[in-house]
């Protein structure tokens, strides 16, 4: 269905792989299987480094929120289905972008805000005391 002539378009895919199709088990339950546990594996990582964070690290937090928030709605979605239905088909002109989902955004978004949070200048009084000389 077009939603944005010449830009956007929601078009409904079914993906058994991860991001833009990469590793697309072809109805292989093996494979289905291992994508569901890196998947676990993963929100068990991102999961502690959101319990560990700061509450005072707001930018970090969002970002994990928005990682969590996505992997989640993916693995639901494989576990429930053995794929991710992806239906966001974003061009411009000829050029097409792989076709993914809201999950997909809200993990590439966190991302960039956690890139952003890591190599923004924090000021001196965030800044950790340097260890005295030996």
């Known amino acids: ?5 010449g830009l956007l378009n929601f078009t409904h895919v079914r993906n058994s792989g991860v991001a833009f ?4 088990s072809q109805g292989d339950r093996t494979g ?3 994508l569901t546990a890196l998947g676990i594996a993963a929100l068990t990582i991102v999961g502690i480094y959101f319990w560990k964070a ?10 994990l929120g928005l990682i969590l928030g ?3 709605g993916n693995l639901v979605d494989r576990i429930a289905t053995g794929e991710v239905t992806d239906f ?7 050029y097409h972008w792989h076709t993914f989902n809201v999950a997909d955004s809200a ?13 923004r200048p924090r000021p001196a009084e965030e800044m ?6 030996a």
């Open 128 to 133: 950790p005391a340097p260890d005295p000389p």
């Open 21 to 24: 199709g990469l590793f697309a």
């Open 70 to 72: 996505g992997a989640i």
């Open 88 to 94: 966001v088909d974003f061009y411009v002109g000829s």
């Open 1 to 5: 269905r077009e939603i944005v002539p």
């Open 54 to 63: 700061h509450r005072s690290e707001r930018i970090l937090l969002a970002s």
């Open 32 to 34: 289905t299987l291992l």
């Open 107 to 119: 993990i590439c978004v966190g991302i960039a805000l956690m890139a952003i949070d890591i190599f």
